[in-house]
């Protein structure tokens, strides 16, 4: 008989994968019409020669959801925020569905939710009114993924943590023609840390200059968190939202 021939088929390229829909709400009696862009862009390893990353090996894939308000006639007077969570290990998905973005899980008040199942309702407090958002994935979290065959783990390190959002937010920028408009960071816990390295980072390596940034649950020092016998910055610090949280429930 024969001898059974392998044949190996060649593996698909990863190619950007984006889908843009349109949708609307009301805050204060007046509409808000936005158009939301979701999906995922493929981060490239950068060239020794010129340190570009076009054209080059994928490395991974980075999800994003988008929003932006139509009518809209001059966009470089028009404020894009960008927005991560912290963990490290988490997606977008709190600051996105919580706090800032078009839509929220309504969940009642803290010390009073609501039981499931939730659902999803009209955010009359969404940042959209004043600036367009942008929720971020880090690599290994949401739907984030490094391509077949790379290590997630290379990314979970402060510095390539830095350089995967970093060059993601380099991509958008450069791609949907935002360069110059007023562009913030707002992250949360783990998130400030990174949106205070990408701070000097993007202005370094990208030459991007940002306009502000706002930290949720602020944490750039970590000695301030961690208790222990002799160190009483923690206690020190933590002891006013014990009391305000202590008070708030009664």
């Known amino acids: 008989m024969p001898e059974e021939t392998k044949t190996t ?5 990863p190619q950007d994968q984006l889908t843009t829909t349109q949708h609307s709400l009301r805050i204060g009696g007046k509409e808000l019409r936005y158009s939301v862009t979701c999906g995922t862009v493929v981060l490239r390893e950068e060239s020794e020669k010129d340190g570009t ?17 139509e009518g809209v006639a001059d966009r470089s007077q028009r404020p894009i925020t960008f927005s991560f969570n912290g963990g490290p290990g988490s997606s977008s998905v709190w600051l996105h569905l ?19 199942p939730y659902r999803l309702v009209d955010n009359e407090h969404t940042l959209l009114e004043v600036s367009d958002l942008v929720f971020i994935d880090p690599v290994g979290t949401g739907y984030s993924r490094m391509v077949e065959g790379e290590k997630t783990k290379e990314y979970h390190g402060f510095k390539r943590d830095l350089e995967s959002v970093g060059e993601f937010i380099r991509l958008y920028t450069h791609r949907y023609g935002r360069w110059n408009s007023p562009k913030y960071l707002i992250g949360e816990s783990y998130g400030t840390t990174r949106a205070a390295g990408l701070s000097g980072y993007l202005q370094e390596r990208h030459g991007m200059y940002l306009n502000g940034l706002m930290l949720v649950s602020s944490i750039l020092d970590f000695s301030t968190a961690r208790f222990g016998p002799g160190h009483d910055l923690p206690h020190l610090l933590f002891l006013p939202s014990f009391a305000a949280t202590a008070w708030y429930h009664r």
């Open 9 to 13: 088929e060649a593996k698909p390229t």
């Open 98 to 116: 919580g706090l800032l973005g078009p839509k929220r899980v309504e969940m009642g008040d803290a010390g009073a939710l609501t039981p499931p």
């Open 53 to 69: 990353a076009e054209g080059h090996k994928p490395k991974a894939k980075v999800f994003f959801i988008a929003y932006t308000k």
